[in-house]
């Protein structure tokens, strides 16, 4: 088992006093920390082998191209699919716009979502649907914070074109059963888009058990830095999709009047790439491989399980989402009866712990819930049970601040 208390110390941000306090960071979803290995590959980049990629003969572009290609080749590796369906985006959000707007829909297609996604896998398919004719179908969730895979099951038919669905809910922690989501999908010939923000960086992804045709996920969330993501496409299908933005590198060739595209994954890499976060995502996955992922998501099972335990022993808390941390991810939304999230936010953060509050981008999942925002605790390698502790001691400050 990985020693985790070595691993605090490589987050070198996690050292500072905030407030007076130890900074208790627990807002990995929102973004994770990064480890001084990640940072320094970064830096190695450009001190090094900064240049173009793919473009020039010189040694250092040569250099540059062979660091990014093998970050690729790292990241198809850590989810089990082939480099050629690896396509470096921005963030998981430019990932699913990509695939949205790269496929073909028509009137009477039907594209099913649910109401616990996030709203980058809400509004591009509401976009879709408005161009196109298409038709949204959202899937409801059920009191104990499960999807209605009952209701799922109902909406399918042979006019389901594709299925977008989160592997892991920000809000909820809901673990959703993606293998059987797509093998229920598959039944009727529809494609499958997993939305993994929050799944790629807390847990094993093989996209070949899983069997979906893309899986999307951002750097930032996991170890490495803003401003690079992935897209997996299955190569077939990326082969026939339509160029999502048009320009440089992605081209074969350009006449005046017209031209011709490169194949996948160029082909959705137009203009300059961020190659150099390609590269620090590369580090960030040697970074999380020598933990194991197994082992990230036994601890964060373990903190889970544990928070869930204190938690729930507050006066008046509210907390969403499954209460089984077998089935959920280190994610825990709450709500504190008579606290507005962004006081109880304000208050922990005069302690040094930082929560999200608000509507965490999931405002159909709000409505459901009947709150207008909660409070998110997220964890990451680098927290442990004194940070729990810490939140919980936190929580009756609050209490006593406000006089609850
Ligand atoms: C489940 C989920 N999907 C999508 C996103 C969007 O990620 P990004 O802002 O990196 O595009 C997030 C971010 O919080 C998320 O939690």
Redesign the pocket.
Known sequence: MADFFTIRADFLILKQKINGKRLVYLDS??TSQKPKQVIEAEKVFYETINANVARSIHYLSEKATEAYENSRKKVADFINSDSDEIIFV?????A?NLAANGLDFKKDDEIITTLM??H??IVPWQIICKKTGAKLKIVDTLPDGQLDLKQFEKFLSSKTKLVAV?H???VLGTINPVKEITRLAKKFGALVLI?G??GAPHMKVDVNDIGCDFYAF?G??LLAPTGI?VLFGKKEILDKMQPFLYGGHMIKKVTKESSTFMDAPERFEAGTANFAGAVALGAAIDYLEKIGMENVREHEKELTRYALEKLSKIKDIEIYGPKNAEIRGGVISFNIKGAHPHDVAQILDSEGIAIRSGHA?AMPLMQRLGAESICRASFYIYNDKKDVDALVKGLEKVKGVLKL
């Open positions: 979803a929102a921005r963030n998981t959000t430019e699913i996604e996030h980058s896998n989160t892991v809910s920000n939305d923000a929050q951002s930032h969330k993501g981008c």
